[in-house]
Nanobody, 125 residues
Framework: QVQLVESGGGLVSAGGSLRLSCAASGRSFANYAVGWFRQGPAKEREFVAVINWVGGSTNLADSVKGRFTISRDDAKNTVYLQMNNLKPEDTAVYYC??????????????????WGQGTQVTVSS
């Protein structure tokens, strides 16, 4: 399994931006789908975005389309989540996850076998 480390979370005002990073250690993301999920206090984990490492196809939740962008840097073996026009309802712990032989059509948390520890994103109104 690939090891994942998230970074880039923090506190921002509504309308602000953050960029989250998910770095892999131990192996390449090749043949993986890499996704972002989030979970607010006392809430269930929800899908945010996913990318196929090979080819770079993406899929985003309707709630973040037009505001968030998921991308990859193959040289750095890193996946990014650029979050613009943040809203208070975006407040959550954001988790990076990887699914070997996965694809962007599968957005259930159960499809992902490797998870990072999460990074907190807080958006104030």
């Amino acid at each position: 399994q690939v090891q994942l480390v998230e970074s880039g979370g923090g506190l921002v005002s509504a309308g602000g931006s953050l960029r989250l990073s998910c770095a892999a250690s131990g192996r390449s993301f090749a043949n993986y789908a890499v996704g972002w999920f989030r979970q607010g206090p006392a809430k269930e984990r929800e899908f945010v975005a996913v990318i196929n490492w090979v080819g770079g196809s993406t899929n985003l939740a309707d709630s973040v389309k037009g505001r968030f962008t998921i991308s990859r840097d193959d040289a750095k073996n890193t996946v990014y989540l650029q979050m613009n026009n943040l809203k208070p309802e975006d407040t959550a712990v954001y988790y990076c996850a990887a699914a070997r032989w996965g694809n962007i059509a599968r957005t259930s948390a159960g499809d992902f076998g490797s998870w990072g520890q999460g990074t907190q994103v807080t958006v104030s109104s």
